[in-house]
Nanobody, 121 residues
Framework: QVQLVESGGGSVQAGGSLRLSCVAT??????MTWFRQAPGKEREGVAT???????YYADSVKGRFTISQDSAQKMMYLQMNSLKPEDTAMYYC?????????????????WGQGTQVTVSS
């Protein structure tokens, strides 16, 4: 049974930075993706890293967030810079072997418990 555990969330002021981490045990999936969900809103795909096929980002975070992974350590990261209050949400990492659309949460079957990010203005 694969488990995903996120860490690195916290409270920062607008313009600040945070780095989220996700450790996968015992292995990583081909699609490793960060999602977020704000109160009263649907869960949205933030960024994905596809083993051997690159990275993709939501338009709202392009140029500010960077996804990366260390396959040897089974770690995935999300470097978040220039944070905005609208980035406030619970952030989840998720994995799947194959999805039709990387940003659709229904395609993922392994989820972490989430880590809270709060950005104040």
């Amino acid at each position: 049974q694969v488990q995903l555990v996120e860490s690195g969330g916290g409270s920062v002021q607008a313009g600040g930075s945070l780095r989220l981490s996700c450790v996968a045990t015992p292995y990583m999936y081909r699609y490793m993706t960060w999602f977020r969900q704000a109160p009263g809103k649907e869960r949205e795909g933030v960024a994905t890293i596809i083993n051997g096929a690159g990275t993709y980002y939501a338009d709202s975070v392009k140029g500010r967030f960077t996804i990366s992974q260390d396959s040897a350590q089974k770690m995935m990261y999300l470097q978040m810079n220039s944070l905005k209050p609208e980035d406030t949400a619970m952030y989840y990492c998720a994995g799947a072997s194959m999805v039709r659309y990387w940003s659709e949460s229904r395609g993922y079957y392994i989820w972490g418990q989430g880590t809270q990010v709060t950005v104040s203005s």
